[in-house]
């Protein structure tokens, strides 16, 4: 066995065991009995922490040291380009983690654990001060493990690192205001516009149990694979992913907004295509893994807004929903249909947002982040600094913690840095899906039928199979001819809402 080989052989050895750590996510937030938080942290520490010793471990160093320099990450001479590649991610990974004690990889493993748990249950009681001690524990975590890992350009752009590698919270901002310019007076222009889009037609009681089987419908069209694959419902939609051939994901209906659930497992179904798309053969290496989360994301957005909002995919299935709900939708026609399903309305909830304003509760928790990690903003202040944030943005003010500081899971479990990755995955997946229109030149005709594989099977061979064989921005620019601007997003949120809003 040569020495590559038996790196991924170690490689593969430290997927199981961080596969085993997501299964044991996916369980305690779906099936898991609510006593069974204490012992489950302890377990994920365990697990955890067994992961973090086999990568750094001399399983894994001792074949790396012979194929690259552990100091500076230099491919040893003899290597192939695409060995030097593979090699050179791999030294990333273990160098990021090498740098982090055991005890610590152990601790934040239980503190999250435990803090994810409480993030729930104060979320339910509208109780930030029950929450608010688990998350000062946390950033002090985070805290610690920059330095660690050792200061990039800010504090924040480390972390923003172990999510987008590569990117700077200079070069989001750059991107942010690039967006903005354009954004807000589009925003302005839509709130003053008289058009009624029939927003309540979405707003209308319909059976959960119907709207479950019509995504489930949705998903098997998108190539989603069953026998891969299972859909669960939790407080927040995710994905989750154990190996290509077991991929889960979870979504939350709602009977008064029929696009709320729709929409969750559309987009998660993005995030699983993606999962599924990886090659096995690759499995544990940098080559069988996503290229990164704004990568991901512009993945689950591309289905969830670029397609499903879009009037080819409804000419197939409107009538199909109507057939499940004709006492809502018979005598609706699809152009009412289609503009209620694309109102542009501030909203409290990111994850309810239009695709206008969504955006913005981007921007506002990037600031908040980048304060809390940059300049060390008390965790006691950042329901007050939310609220002001929302109504400086959106122009609404959180009627609670809830639906305010609290919606969203991520800094329960220390994912500081994760948020900016939404907004790149917008502004990644319009050049990515005008590109597979050049290529499929019949595509929106095809999605018309109902025959979304045919997207699918392109993004595989030329997003997911990719792996980290490129990075974010080598991808964007090779199937673009382009680096990534904020230009493609805005053209196409402008030539569609101007339409739609008669602007």
């Known amino acids: 066995m040569s020495i590559l080989e038996q790196l991924k052989k170690e490689l593969r050895v430290v997927a199981n065991l961080q596969g085993t750590v997501a299964l044991m996510h996916w369980d305690q937030e779906t099936y898991m009995p609510p006593g069974g938080g204490s012992a489950r942290a302890e377990q994920l520490a365990l697990i955890e922490s067994l992961a973090h010793e086999r990568l750094v471990g001399d399983s894994v160093r001792g074949p790396l040291s012979e ?41 934040m493993a239980q503190t999250t654990s435990e803090a994810q748990q409480v993030w729930a249950e104060s979320r339910q009681q509208n109780d ?33 690192d172990g999510f ?89 209906l709602e009977r008064n907004n029929l696009m709320a659930g729709l929409s969750s497992t559309i987009h998660e179904g993005g995030h699983a295509l993606y999962e599924q798309g990886l090659d096995p053969e690759w499995f544990g290496t940098p080559f069988g893994q996503p290229i990164s989360y704004g990568i991901h994301e512009s993945q689950s957005r591309l289905w969830e807004n670029l397609i499903a909002l879009d009037k080819p995919f409804w ?4 009538p199909r929903l109507q057939a499940l ?17 694309n109102t542009v309305k501030p909203s409290l909830i990111r994850v309810d947002a239009d695709e206008a304003t969504y955006n913005l509760h981007i921007m506002l928790r990037f600031e908040i982040e980048k304060m809390v990690i940059n300049d060390r903003l008390p965790v006691r202040e950042l329901p007050s600094i939310w609220n002001d944030r929302m109504e400086s943005y959106l122009g ?30 917008n502004l990644y997946n319009v050049p990515i899906l005008e590109r597979a229109k050049k290529d499929i030149t019949d595509l929106d005709d095809q999605i018309a039928d109902g025959k979304l594989t045919v997207l699918r099977d392109w993004l595989r061979e030329h997003v997911h199979a990719v792996g980290r064989r490129k990075t974010a921005s080598e991808l964007i620019e090779d199937l673009t001819g382009q680096p990534l601007t904020a230009r493609p997003f805005m053209d196409y949120l402008e030539a569609k809402y101007t339409e739609l809003y008669a602007l």
């Open 67 to 107: 194929l690259v320099d552990l100091e500076t990450g230099t491919p040893a001479a003899g290597l192939s380009d695409e060995e030097q590649r593979l090699v050179a991610e791999i030294w990333r990974d273990y160098h990021r983690a090498a740098a982090l004690p055991n005890e610590f990889v152990r601790e």
């Open 325 to 341: 709900f004709p006492e809502n939708l018979e005598l609706v026609p699809i152009e009412v249909f289609y503009h209620a399903i």
């Open 396 to 425: 609404i003010r959180p009627d609670s913690d809830a639906n305010g500081v609290l919606q969203d899971v991520h800094w329960s479990f220390g994912g500081f840095g994760y948020f900016p990755t939404y907004a790149l995955g």
């Open 128 to 160: 930030f001060g029950k929450f608010a001690p688990y998350l000062e524990k946390i950033v002090r975590l985070k805290y610690r493990e920059i330095d660690y890992l050792g200061k990039k350009e800010t504090p924040y752009d480390t972390l923003l």
């Open 315 to 318: 000419q197939y299935y409107y």
């Open 164 to 252: 987008e590698p590569g990117m700077t919270s200079a070069e989001i901002t750059r991107l942010f205001d690039e967006m903005k310019e354009r954004l807000v007076p589009l925003v302005q222009k839509i709130a003053a516009s008289e058009v009624d889009t029939h927003a309540e037609i979405i707003q209308r009681d319909y059976d959960l149990e119907k709207q479950w089987q019509f995504g489930m419908a949705v998903l098997e069209d998108m190539g989603y694979d069953l026998q891969c694959g299972r859909q669960d419902e939790s407080a927040h939609p995710f994905t989750i992913n154990f190996h290509p051939t077991d991929v889960r994901i979870t979504t939350r």
